[in-house]
Nanobody, 124 residues
Framework: QVQLVESGGGLVQAGGSLRLSCAAAGRSISNYAMGWFRQAPRKEREFVSRINWSTSRTDYADSVKGRFTISRDNAKNTVYLQMNSLKPEDTAVYYC?????????????????WGQGTQVTVSS
């Protein structure tokens, strides 16, 4: 089992930055793909970004490409999401996920482990 705990969310003005962290416990994540999703009020959870186990490949939703950067530190068992140039439409609860071996990483069903989420609010 892998337990994931997100942190780093908060309230920020449009144009600002936040860095989310996802700390894993229970098992090393070094062999897992890791991802970030988000869910805005009254919307479905959507893919934001993912990084594969070897860090040789990253993927981003079009809506965040060029503004968000995913990274991982396997020694610290932690994944990060650096969010720059934030917009009000980025407001959501952000979730960390691990192990996308269940299918296409773009879809929530593919991921085996989830954190509880951290709220990000971007004011205009």
């Amino acid at each position: 089992q892998v337990q994931l705990v997100e942190s780093g969310g908060g309230l920020v003005q449009a144009g600002g930055s936040l860095r989310l962290s996802c700390a894993a416990a229970g098992r090393s994540i070094s062999n897992y793909a890791m991802g970030w999703f988000r869910q805005a009020p009254r919307k479905e959870r959507e893919f934001v970004s993912r990084i594969n186990w070897s860090t040789s490949r990253t993927d981003y939703a079009d809506s965040v490409k060029g503004r968000f950067t995913i990274s991982r530190d396997n020694a610290k068992n932690t994944v990060y999401l650096q969010m720059n140039s934030l917009k009000p439409e980025d407001t959501a609860v952000y979730y960390c996920a691990a192990d996308s071996s269940g299918g296409n990483y773009y879809y929530t069903d593919a991921w085996k482990y989830w954190g509880q989420g951290t709220q990000v609010t971007v004011s205009s």
